[in-house]
């Protein structure tokens, strides 16, 4: 769609156009295009250049720069030219931009008046008389002059300029042509506030806040008048946050109504203090009392669909992840942390309800009870969800003996009496009810015949870790399954405070080991600090890199990171470990490529996803029921166990599916040999 719009835009379009294509229409608007100027234009500019007297020695510059910008838009842009974007809305030709450059530059060079008062009388005249696309056209001769100021300060400092102070901030020759005179700072400024997209530019040039006193006067005049977000311009540029004060909510929140976080990101980035003032703001509107709709209206303003807790949250943390300060929102954002914690509540309900398969009862119990933890507004958002969005007087009755009866009370009347009206017949029947939800029917989904619950085994000591070491040693195995797994973050990983936590965090909270036999369930979160040196080598010697047996995972790329943080000893080479694990996925991917591995009645059957793949293979899917629980919490549970197991095992599984289909078809494709590892 980009390349459809950019290939009209370079046209100048100037009036909206429906684009239709094979399966959208595309409306390209008159405001994103060029614009097209008469042929009488240049002849009125230049009329006006040769009438205005002040010019002096200026005329030849100014005439020939102005006839050259409007020649830009004379003629529409032809398909496939190349564009040098101006503003959002203003583009002109690559070769036209440089043309211009060029003449520019050698003016500048060679100027025999001040290059200072050069740059911004130049300016000054674009801004004061019309001009085709005036903005546009100041900031293409600031950012002109801005590119070869700082070639110039380069070659300075390179030596390449020698016996001359040329444009050094030093100089102090009052006959000098680059010499910057306190009135060209004054001007420059003037300039800046008068057009505040220079201001930046302008200062890197003038240095305004090194003479801040010069200007203090001009600077309190114009922030007594400035529009906020101007306000906020300056005194992020010139780092005043602490001589001036702004009502940041009353400029912030406007644009979080309006969702122009872009806007936001940019007056923020600049200045640190002011992106701390934006996150304070963030972290009030996040307050759990808080009336989106309420705000909005306060401002006179329509709530747009992003003003909300979650996003405004959202938006909060990216600002402090871009500054590598996320951490600070758990001590210092509560705001902020209640409203992540709240989407996640919310998406861990609607889950339930709408994808059982893929969640199970008492993890996501385990999972909702440590979000919430003692958070009282949380609790009630958990029986108002339940409740009074989902209708489930069970599980609400459930959660009830939990946190008591008192969060009832306080839901909605029609919620209370749906609770009331159906208790009763709950509670005849609730240890059936939950017994059940505890333990589905799991016939629909698939457990290999030779897989029994003696044949697994959990490993969380260092007794157990060497008896498994030394199984491994005796028998030898000559194919494992490896898998991994922890307990989703929600993206909240990078928001925890304390550095041995979020350390252990980088670990997966379990490593599953499979062999035809046995299936072992590492609890890697602890057991890796409890392990002596010697134990850690003979892990690696016997299993990691050991080169008799096969090593298979699915999609293993993100395990392999986690299991990084887990065996830092070996970091140095274990991208060696990595390499050697075969990933199923991509091995079933190359072959379907050539041949149709998996067909029921000549249609081919899905493999995506490790589920899929298994019941394309055995005819039923894996049980994932487990995927998404609190795999931090200990004791585990026998269905967190078996599950781990199993994702593990099955891969031998359809390992061995694979090799036979293989000789069915009659396929020359050897993935187990070393040199075939992917």
Known sequence: MHSLRDKFLTLGLTQKILIKSKNKMILINKNHSSRIVSVEAKKHFLNNVKKDKKLGKMEPIVEKFGALWISCFETRHEANQKIVPITNRVRILEDDATEIEEYLWEEFMNSKQNIYQLHLNLIEYFHSNQMVNSDACIIFLNRTFEGWWKQQVNRVKRGVIKNSCHLMQNCSDSTCLCLIQPEFVEKAFQLAIAKI????????????DDNFQMLQPTIEKFL?????????????????????????????????????YSTIEEMVSTNEKTLYAFVDVCNNLCNDNTNFKKVAES?????????????????????????????LVTAMYPGIIFQLKLNQLRFLINNRYNQSDLISFEGWTELLTSLVGDNENL???????????????????????????KYISRLPASAQALYQNNIELIKMDYENKIFQLKNPNTEKFYWPENLKNEDLELINCKESFNNMLDYFEKNEPDVIGLDCEWK????TEDLIDDED??????????????????????????LVDLLDENEMDRFAKLILFSEKMLKLGYDFDQDSKKLYHSFKKFKHVFFEFSENVININQVISDLEKNWSLFETNGKSLKTKGLSKLTESCFGKPLDKSE?????????????????????????IEIHDFIQRRIKELNIEYDYTSKSSFL
Not at 232 to 251: G, H, M, P, S, T
Not at 311 to 325: D, F, G, R
Not at 488 to 491: C, K, L, M, Q, T
Not at 501 to 526: C, E, G, M, W, Y
């Open 224 to 260: 007594s008048n400035a529009i906020i977000l101007h306000k906020i311009r300056l005194i992020n540029e010139l780092k005043l946050n602490d001589l001036y004060q702004i009502d940041y909510e009353n400029a912030l929140i406007p644009l979080l109504i309006e969702d122009k």
């Open 627 to 651: 995927c998404m629980s609190n795999w931090q919490n200990r004791p585990l549970r026998k269905s967190q166990i078996r599950y781990a197991c199993l994702d593990a095992y099955i891969l």
């Open 299 to 327: 401002f006179k303003m329509k709530k747009c669909h992003n003003f909300s807790g979650s996003k405004v949250a959202k938006y909060a943390v990216n600002c402090l992840k871009k500054i590598n300060k996320s951490n």
């Open 501 to 526: 936590l979020k350390a252990k965090n980088q670990r997966p909270d379990t490593l599953q080991i499979a062999t035809r036999n046995k299936v072992f369930v590492i609890d890697s979160r602890d």
């Open 488 to 491: 989703p973050s929600f993206g």
């Open 197 to 208: 997209f220079l201001l930046n530019s302008l200062n890197k040039i003038y240095k305004f």
């Open 379 to 405: 609790i009630y958002q958990l029986f108002l969800e339940v409740i009074n969005y989902h209708k489930d007087v069970l599980t609400g009755f459930h959660f009830s003996k939990i946190y008591g009866d």
